[in-house]
């Protein structure tokens, strides 16, 4: 217990409802089972503490912080109880924000093909595949055939209503180049991860966005795009021709006004 706190620290000033309740904060942070990590108590404690602090603004601490001097002050006032600097409490912020990131996109991605994939078995004819199921090398998630209809579905799933950020790897990208039957589908999920909204992202507008390799000895693999509310058209083009007459609306292609 006594090496999650800095080595001067006696504790002979607080009581043991105090040391419970550190103790038990400590516990629920999963720190306990990592008292053996080379790394800087206080980083950790910090860390921990920005990922579980359900502060408004860490969950975009991407596009709102961009440097030590843009750290919001509660972070601040945590980093200087813990002894950091602020550039130190930047590098903490960023780790930690980008292992909550990834775990909350695998979790609402995995979310959003399942709940795509049910919804499709049930409302278009032909068959209906998960094939990210069985490798990520396709380049899609979904797979859709009915008569002289296909569809390879590359779904992207978000539980946000005000922002849109996917993440396309090099593998999707050339896909999408050379099949014409590859289609990128937002599913925007409610908090009880039921789907609210369907929507694709059209190709020429992932064309124009994707970064450019500028020499033959650098080469992006992965990137993120921050899609414009504007930009997804609502429902599924691809599949329009493969929908049965029950399909719910969410699906369908929104005629222009």
């Known amino acids: 217990m006594r090496?999650?706190?800095?080595?001067?620290?006696?504790?002979?000033?607080?009581?043991?409802?105090?040391?419970?309740?550190?103790?038990a904060w400590i516990r629920e942070m999963g720190l306990l089972g990592n008292v053996k990590s080379r790394g800087p108590v206080n980083c950790r404690v910090f860390e921990s503490a920005?990922?579980?602090?359900?502060?408004?603004?860490?969950r975009d601490a991407d596009l709102l912080i961009r440097g030590p001097d843009e750290l919001p002050e509660d972070a601040l006032r945590a980093a200087e109880t813990l002894g950091l600097t602020p550039e130190e409490a930047y590098g903490q912020v960023s780790t930690a924000w980008g292992k909550v990131d990834t775990e909350e996109r695998s979790r609402i991605g995995s979310a959003g093909e399942l709940a795509l994939l049910e919804l499709l078995s049930e409302s278009a004819k032909g068959r209906v595949e998960h094939v990210a199921a069985w490798s990520d090398g396709y380049g899609y998630d979904i797979f859709v055939d009915a008569h002289q209809h296909s569809a390879h579905l590359e779904v992207k799933s978000t539980v946000r209503t005000g922002r849109l950020t996917v993440y396309i790897s090099r593998n999707e990208y050339e896909t999408m180049l050379r099949d014409p039957a590859w289609e990128l589908v937002t599913v925007r999920l409610t908090p009880e991860l039921k789907i609210r909204a369907v929507a694709a992202v059209p190709r020429d507008w992932i064309s124009d966005h994707v970064p450019s390799d500028r020499t033959v000895r650098g080469r992006w693999q992965s990137c993120?795009?921050?899609?414009?509310?504007e930009v997804p058209v609502p429902g599924i083009p691809s599949i329009a021709p493969m929908l049965t007459q029950t399909a719910p609306e969410v699906l369908r292609v929104m005629p222009v006004s």
């Not at 920005?50 to 860490?58: I, L, N």
């Not at 993120?224 to 509310?229: A, E, G, I, N, Q």
Request: glycine fraction near 2%.
């Open 50 to 58: 920005m990922a579980q602090s359900g502060v408004p603004w860490f």
């Open 224 to 229: 993120r795009l921050d899609v414009p509310p």
């Open 3 to 23: 090496s999650l706190f800095t080595a001067h620290s006696d504790f002979s000033d607080i009581t043991p409802t105090q040391y419970d309740a550190a103790y």
